[in-house]
T-cell receptor, first 114, second 116 residues
Framework: KAGVTQTPRYLIKTRGQQVTLSCSPI?????VSWYQQTPGQGLQFLFE???????NKGNFPGRFSGRQFSNSRSEMNVSTLELGDSALYLC?????????????FGPGTRLTVT | AQKITQTQPGMFVQEKEAVTLDCTYD???????LFWYKQPSSGEMIFLIYQGSYDQQNATEGRYSLNFQKARKSANLVISASQLGDSAMYFCAMRVSQGGSEKLVFGKGTKLTVNP
């Protein structure tokens, strides 16, 4: 079956703009989690969506938001971009049930803020 | 606090030799899962192997095996017969429960270089 897909793969934005990233999970997976990866902070959890509801949230400002649609596809939005938001954004797809070993990542979206 | 520690920023290994990448974890949750991912320069996180906290045997997946020592809270990844394509960043991660949901906590990673 098809893997996790993320679009776009690369993005260049200017400070103050907003951006929307998309993630399509593996068929049958109902949970989508988002992570930010930077050289300084490493991989950090942003939030998780399950059945169209945000189920968990990391320690990021309110400029970072997301949503999930009925087909489990998820979008992440960052408003008022800052230089520090430049990062690789990864989404992970899973069944969303407790103790599931399935946690598969997409190829990521590399965001550059200038 | 739930934490993953990878103490080796970089490792070198000769092609066809075995290599062990270290990972220690800290959690008070009796039920947890441990993952290893490979991240090549392209950026994609590739799932390698999983070990559940209640699994009696060490996990194995082809050339990858996980040396799980629960009392020592370590989950080292062993790659046998290294190949040039194994050169990448390797991340150890732990699934932690939080408010009815779960998330992954990652270590800082180890950069593995396989020399011909």
């Amino acid at each position: 079956k098809a893997g996790v897909t993320q679009t776009p793969r690369y993005l260049i934005k200017t400070r103050g703009q907003q951006v929307t990233l998309s993630c399509s999970p593996i068929s049958g997976h109902r949970s989508v989690s988002w992570y930010q990866q930077t050289p300084g902070q490493g991989l950090q959890f942003l939030f998780e969506y399950f059945s169209e509801t945000q189920r968990n949230k990391g320690n990021f400002p309110g400029r970072f938001s997301g949503r999930q649609f009925s087909n489990s596809r998820s979008e992440m939005n960052v408003s008022t971009l800052e230089l520090g938001d430049s990062a690789l954004y990864l989404c992970a797809s899973s069944l969303g049930v407790r103790d599931s070993y399935e946690q598969y990542f997409g190829p990521g979206t590399r965001l550059t803020v200038t | 606090a739930q934490k993953i520690t990878q103490t080796q920023p970089g490792m070198f290994v000769q092609e066809k030799e075995a290599v062990t990448l270290d990972c220690t974890y800290d959690t008070s949750d009796p039920s947890y899962g441990l993952f290893w991912y490979k991240q090549p320069s392209s950026g994609e996180m590739i799932f390698l192997i999983y070990q559940g906290s209640y699994d009696q045997q060490n996990a194995t997946e082809g050339r990858y095996s996980l040396n799980f020592q629960k009392a020592r809270k370590s989950a080292n990844l062993v790659i046998s017969a290294s190949q040039l394509g194994d050169s990448a960043m390797y991340f150890c991660a732990m699934r932690v429960s939080q408010g009815g949901s779960e998330k992954l906590v990652f270590g800082k990673g180890t950069k593995l270089t396989v020399n011909p």
